[in-house]
């Protein structure tokens, strides 16, 4: 389920915004079968978005997005890698082509969850020759810029047709999906929920700023 879950974090919203001055900071409650062994266990992810830099981090990783390229530093084993974009373009190649036929339904359900009022949208895909099921609540007045979140990740994207697909029907609602509950075969296979959307003045140096003493993955 790795690869579905890294899907998940994927859509978390639209793609792309042409300019903006402010940085943000996100937290989101992940709750997935993260280690294959049937469980689906709760963990936190805290993101920080700027102009040219996102950083994603949990109790096990640390994750950059710059202008250039993608870091990731496992916090388990102090081992990281880096990679452009050109170097990934096969990667989220193989990625875009286990999703297809996306589709996006808005219902008539209102819910507030958390300080955000929320509309309810239904999404259905075909997930690595699964069909997968998407609960999708959808705020639209959160403060936050709706089509912020994955400006970087557009980068890695952009050749993967599928991925683009339903990053841009999740951005044409206007909104940011605050929460989302997946299944497959009726079963949940994932639930995610932004708990706090926070503006900043800047990102602290602490955190724009590789940790050190890790030691290169090998290819």
């Not at 830099?53 to 388990?76: A, G, P, Q, T, W």
């Not at 602490?206 to 290819?219: N, S, V």
């Amino acid at each position: 389920m790795r690869f579905i879950v890294k899907i998940q974090i994927l859509i978390m919203a639209a793609a792309f915004s042409l300019a903006f001055s402010k940085d943000y900071y996100i937290k989101q409650m992940l709750v997935a079968d993260a280690d294959d062994d049937g469980r689906l266990d709760t963990t936190f992810q805290e993101t920080y978005i700027s102009d040219k830099l996102v950083v994603m981090m949990d109790e096990m990783s640390l994750s950059y997005l710059d202008e250039e390229s993608f870091s990731f530093y496992n916090n388990i084993d102090s081992s990281y890698f880096r990679r452009t974009f050109k170097e990934l373009e096969e990667l989220m190649t193989s990625s875009d082509s286990q999703i297809k036929d996306f589709k996006l339904t808005r219902t008539e359900e209102k819910k507030k969850i958390g300080q955000w009022q929320t509309e309810k949208y239904t999404a259905k895909a075909v997930i690595m020759g699964m069909d997968m099921d998407l609960d999708m609540y959808i705020a639209k007045n959160t403060g936050f810029p709706s089509d912020l979140i994955i400006r970087q990740q557009g980068k890695m994207n952009q050749n993967s047709k599928n991925i683009k697909d339903m990053m841009d029907k999740i951005k044409n609602t206007g909104g940011i999906v605050i929460k989302e509950i997946a299944m497959i075969g009726g079963t949940q296979v994932s639930e995610k929920e932004i708990v706090s959307i926070k503006e900043l003045e800047k990102l602290d140096k602490k955190i724009t700023d590789r940790p050190k003493g890790y030691k290169l993955m090998e290819q």
